[in-house]
């Protein structure tokens, strides 16, 4: 059963909400599920139940503007950017999970974009990490027409949509929840920059791009048009001293996708026996 919580972020205090999973007796870890852009907690919470299953406590929560994050009315005005994703948020769920379980060793499972912000927590304190899906979005690392679709979305969609909208409009795309316009805005900025996410991170020291040195395990899926194999590969090296070991999923009969994976159970063994493998007991 998911726990629903609210939870402070870092810095500003913005009120999260989050969903908790817990294991019968003592978790073995504690396991932070950073999602996708635009993707609820609650997609989440069925690989959430498994982790408890396996003995982690599981953490799922909604960026600002996000879920049940958003504010109320319309998000015209509403002040977020993406790095408050990664510094704020994901960097409040760190902090609340060390405090309620403070002798216990932390994971990160990032899916998409949760994977490119593990990087920008300044001391990602986890143990292990497991990277479902991600890759960059600068529009130079994808290849043929998917380099021309990241390119007309960078440089004219998005600018398009925020000026009209003053959001990026996921819902009528079916994509997910609408974009707080500041989030877009800076995805945008950074697809057009070969650093993609590390031009936030280099002016400041490289922040968890070039301090987390733990294990990492990368899962890439064959037949995902949204993070290819160039922009999965632009993604982990930006990751300098991670312990990185890639694996590749492939369909099979029935597709996985982007966002397959989360729906597949079938899939989640292996992955999760090996990041719950490399926490400290």
Do not use: C, N
Not at 157 to 165: E, G, K
């Amino acid at each position: 059963m998911v726990e629903p919580l609210r939870i402070p972020a870092r810095g500003d205090g913005y009120a999260l909400s989050a969903g908790l999973v817990l294991p019968r007796g003592q978790p073995r870890a504690a396991a932070l599920i950073a999602g996708a852009m635009a993707v609820r907690a609650t997609f989440y919470a069925p690989f959430a139940r498994y982790l408890a299953e396996q003995g982690a406590a599981a953490l799922t929560i909604d960026y600002r503007g996000i879920g049940g994050s958003r504010p109320q009315g319309s998000l015209r005005g509403f002040h977020a950017t993406f790095h408050d994703w990664g510094e704020r948020d994901l960097g409040g769920a760190l902090d609340w999970l060390q405090h309620r379980f403070p002798s216990v060793p932390l994971v990160w499972v990032g899916h998409s974009a949760g994977a490119q912000l593990m990087g920008l927590v300044p001391e990602p304190r986890v143990e292990a990490a497991l990277f479902v899906a991600s890759g960059t979005a600068y529009w130079k690392s994808y290849r043929g027409l998917g380099r021309a679709v990241m390119a007309s979305l960078w440089y004219a969609m998005v600018p398009v949509a925020l000026a009209v909208a003053g959001r990026l409009p996921m819902r009528l795309l079916r994509q997910g929840d609408d974009v707080p316009a500041g989030v877009a805005r800076e995805w945008s900025r950074w697809g057009r920059d070969p650093r993609y996410i590390y031009s936030h991170a280099e002016p400041r020291g490289g922040l968890g791009y070039t301090r987390y040195d733990g294990p990492l395990l990368a899962l890439s899926i064959a037949d995902d048009t949204y993070a290819p194999p160039t922009a999965f590969a632009h993604l982990l090296s930006l990751y300098t001293r991670a312990r990185k070991e890639e694996r590749v999923l492939r369909p099979g009969a029935q597709p996985i996708g982007h966002f397959g994976f989360f729906r597949r159970s079938d899939l989640w063994e292996e992955p999760v026996r090996w990041l719950l493998a490399h926490v400290s007991s």
